[in-house]
Every structure is written in structure tokens, then in C-alpha cells.
């Protein structure tokens, strides 16, 4: 049976937001708050665990990362401050393409959800500030599913709040090993890494990228030429 892709899942910072190391720029300022400054021992150890684990929940990271569940609030809570911030400031910018992806799969009937690891407050900061509520039909946080990446809770939860008839009715996107396999774990019929954000291809081919795209601008036509069978 022929089964058409009716829900594109989509990464936020990296394969839709330009990252630009924003997103580590914000963890650096959140272990500094914690006593972790730019000349500890402890800091390249740790910035090598957050990129490792780019594209999961970030309170999990930090959770790894000082395995004390208080100071993994409070860190989490200086890392979605200084987000935010960045937010405001205006430093974050849509990657091309990705507003008339957006577009062009609601057109052809295929719905939007956007995934993140950020807390819902910064999440809807996020995408008011670029104005792309209108764009799409779903944001989720993994506060709102349950787990966040590399479970597969984002993307099932997105799959049953749009009334999505399959799972291999679902396409995901995303520029993080962990994207990878949360696609992979959840069933969804296409399971793409892009190049725009934290992992390289070997990175993203090695977690079991169905193919790995330059940037989000390819996602339609690679949808277009895509056939599916359960």
C-alpha cells in the first residue's frame, strides 16, 4: 500500500533557525552561572558532552552534565534566560528556505510541526519574534511529550494531535544524531538529517539517515520524488 507523507516533522535551532553557535554560547553561559568560567578544566569536557547530545532535551543535558537534578533546573533555567535573550536581541534568524518549505508543505496538504529542546516559553518566544505561528500547525517541547529526543515521544505526540493516520505518513528533519533516531524509533516512513546544524554527514549517516539533505530547501523536492510503501 502506497502511503503519502501527511506530517513533516521539523527541527528547530539548526535545521530551520540559524544556530551560529548560539546554542552554545547559551550553555557556556549557563555553567558559568553554575562556577564552570571559561578557564575551568571542567568547561571542554562538558562542551564536548552538549555537542554529543545536541538535539535532546536540554534539562537531560544538564542533568549529564552535573548530575544533581537542582543544579540541573537551575542551569537550565540560565541556559533558556540566556536563549532568550539572544532571542531578543534579535540574533536569531530563519535558515533560507525554511519559511517557504513551510509553505509549500501545507500547500501540497502535508502539516508542520516544529520540534525543539527548548522550554515552551522559549520555544514561543522563538517562533513569535520570526513570526511563524501562521506558518505551521504544531510546536512541541519534550515537557510536552513526555521525553524529549532520542525518544520517539515528540513525534508520535505531533502524529496523534494532528490526526495523522500512519506512521509512515510522517517525515522527519533534522541536523542531530539524536533527530536521527528519534525518527527512527518513532516509525516514521522518511527520516532526514540536514547539514546546517550541529552534526556532519558521517555523523548523520552513521545514526541511520534515510538521506541527509544541504539545507531545508530540499525537503520538498526529495518528498516530491519519495514513494513509501508499508
Known sequence: MNVDIQLAVIDLAGTSVADDGLVEAAFVEAVGRLGVGPDS????????????TMGASKISVFRSLFGDDRLAHEANLAFEQ????????GLCQPLP???DTFRQLRQ???????TTGFAPATRNALLAKLGWDDLI?????????????????????????????HVRAVAT?????????????AG?????????????????DGAGADAV????????????????TT
Do not use: C, W
Open 41 to 52: 578544566d571542567r568547561l571542554p569536557e562538558m562542551m564536548a558532552e552538549v555537542r554529543r
Open 82 to 89: 540566556a536563549y532568550a535573550d539572544m532571542i531578543a536581541q
Open 97 to 99: 528556505g525554511a519559511e
Open 137 to 165: 500547525d504544531l510546536a512541541l517541547s519534550p515537557i510536552d511529550a513526555g521525553r524529549g529526543r532520542p525518544y520517539p515521544d515528540l513525534i508520535l505526540t505531533a502524529l496523534l494531535r494532528l490526526g495523522v493516520t
Open 213 to 228: 539533505l544541504t539545507d531545508i530547501s530540499g525537503l520538498v523536492p526529495f518528498l516530491a520524488h519519495s514513494s513509501l
Open 173 to 185: 528533519l533534522g541536523d542531530t544524531a539524536n533527530d536521527i533516531r528519534a525518527g527512527l524509533a
Open 188 to 204: 516514521a516512513g522518511i527520516v532526514l538529517g540536514v547539514l546546517t546544524g550541529a552534526h556532519d554527514r558521517p555523523t548523520l
Open 108 to 114: 501540497r496538504g502535508v502539516k508542520v510541526a516544529l
